[in-house]
């Protein structure tokens, strides 16, 4: 099945900074990854997604980009504010398959 | 903006009792599904419910759980006999319809099993 990587799991940033998070996957046939923020006692949300026929995806201060050949994806964060402190989750679908398989998740903090 | 909801938020149980975690998906969506997150760890996939039958299963969704729709409105997962390892917080999504990816997460109930 598929395995999803993510790196770092903490992550803390002086406010303003950027911030990225990298994800790695197995299956070749994986074709939809999302990313979701979770805040604390609160469910996952997603912010952003992309497909395996899109490059880099982007939606205001967050962007995904995605590397088939290399089969990684990372989400990068601009001008981080508080509010943007929660654990963050990659995922990854195989074809056909909605059902994604989650990274360990990253715990960001950015400091104001 | 319609959401996913769940209830309880929090459920303390005795190992061996019957748990049973109630979800109301958002109105006209289609896809239901549970998921679990052991403190610290992945969120991990248990079942998705289409069309008032199980769609796919996890090896963790063993002859322990069971999932049904019992009014049209209500997604509940039981837990027959619970177990220590069942602590956890538990998620149900949804999603629109077989043309998008996107699920749409509740807030989760927390399981303490003691």
């Known amino acids: 099945g598929e395995n999803v990587e993510q790196h770092p799991s903490t992550l803390s940033v002086q406010e303003g900074d950027s911030a990225v998070i990298k994800c790695t996957y197995s299956d070749s046939a994986s074709n939809y990854f999302p990313w979701y923020k979770q805040e604390l006692g609160k469910g996952p949300q997603l912010i952003i997604d992309i497909r395996s026929n899109v490059g880099e995806k982007k939606d205001q201060r967050i962007a995904v980009t995605l590397n088939k050949t290399a089969k990684h994806f990372s989400l990068h964060i601009t001008e981080t504010q508080p509010e943007d402190s929660a654990v963050y989750f990659c995922?990854?679908?195989?074809?056909?398959?909605?059902?994604?398989?989650f990274g360990r998740g990253t715990s960001l903090i950015v400091h104001p | 903006e319609p959401e996913v909801t769940q209830t309880p938020s929090h459920q303390v149980t005795q190992m061996g009792q019957e748990v049973i975690l109630r979800c109301v998906p958002i109105s006209n969506h289609l896809y239901f599904y549970w998921y679990r997150q052991i403190l610290g760890q992945k969120v991990e996939f248990l079942v998705s419910?289409?069309?008032?039958?199980?769609?796919?299963k996890s090896e963790i969704f063993d002859d322990q759980f069971s999932v049904e729709r019992p009014d049209g409105s209500n997604f509940t997962l039981k837990i027959r006999s619970t177990k220590l390892e069942d602590s956890a917080m538990y998620f149900c999504?949804?999603?629109?319809?077989?043309?998008?990816?996107?699920?749409?997460f509740g807030p989760g109930t927390r399981l303490t099993v003691l």
């Open positions: 419910f289409y069309n008032n039958e199980i769609s796919e």
């Open positions: 995922a990854a679908s195989l074809g056909g398959s909605y059902i994604p398989t």
């Open positions: 999504a949804d999603r629109t319809d077989s043309y998008t990816d996107t699920q749409y």
